[in-house]
């Protein structure tokens, strides 16, 4: 029986890619999207992979729209093997305390990066619960690191990214005794638009990062480890 999971915010960019890597490797995915139409990037991929690939709308940051896509996603598959929560906002990263800060926009951003991993993870747990895999990944970020925190802003993100990390800990001591595996990966600095242009001088290509994210699903050494749930993209462990 083919493996089967579910990515979030897979327009462009690291999800998209992901999505990719995950459908190269036979799974069958459910790509959940922003936009209500396919980009390019998934219309490309679903000529490809026309039986292995269904694409669905899946605002993060609205609970109808996520119950909704988990509904249909239900209709369709009996599990969930890996979950992966990559929507992400990244928000004013400019602004220090002495600056007008957009606080209303810091919300938005907290209720996609945090609140919305949690909404996604709820409304499919069922079908993570019912799967041999029972993996879920949570795109976090070294941003989110107290433990190592330099910054002087990035308030909206950073904060969100260690609450979301918060979220992975308190999952993992419920769902750990179901033998649910949850990990908070920081994918490394991507080449991605999330600035609003191509981050050109980012160490890796999504295809890179992605890459080297699915294959900590696949180490079982890790993910069944007990004391770290907080590792980058190449399985080392990132202080809390």
């Not at 969930?80 to 606080?103: P, V």
């Not at 996609?112 to 019912?130: C, F, K």
Request: proline share 2%.
């Amino acid at each position: 029986m083919d493996k089967v999971a579910c990515v979030t915010g897979t327009d462009y960019g690291l999800g998209l890619a992901l999505t990719a890597g995950l459908l190269n490797k036979g799974y069958k995915v459910f790509a959940g999207r922003y936009n209500t139409e396919d980009t390019v990037g998934l219309a490309e991929l679903k000529g490809r992979y026309a039986d292995k690939l269904m694409t669905v709308h899946m605002d993060v940051s609205q609970d109808k729209s996520v119950r909704a896509a988990a509904a249909w996603i239900g209709e369709r598959t009996g599990k969930i093997d890996l979950l992966i929560n990559n929507a992400a906002r990244l928000g004013d990263i400019e602004s220090t305390i002495y600056d007008e800060l957009q606080f209303q926009e810091m919300l938005d951003v907290y209720n996609v990066n945090a609140i919305g991993s949690l909404r996604v993870t709820q409304a499919h747990l069922e079908l993570v619960l019912r799967s041999e895999g029972k993996t879920i990944l949570n795109i976090s970020s070294e941003a989110g690191s107290i433990g190592q925190c330099y910054r002087t802003n990035w308030f909206a993100y950073s904060m969100s990214k260690a609450a979301l990390n918060m979220q992975t800990a308190l999952l993992r001591n419920q769902l750990q005794p179901q033998g649910v595996h949850l990990l908070s990966v920081h994918p490394g600095w991507v080449q991605t638009h999330m600035q609003g242009k191509l981050d050109a001088d980012a160490t890796y290509t999504p295809e890179q990062a992605a890459a080297h994210i699915l294959a900590l699903a696949d180490d079982p050494e890790l993910i069944g480890r007990d004391t770290q749930a907080y590792v980058d993209l190449l399985g080392n462990p990132l202080p809390w």
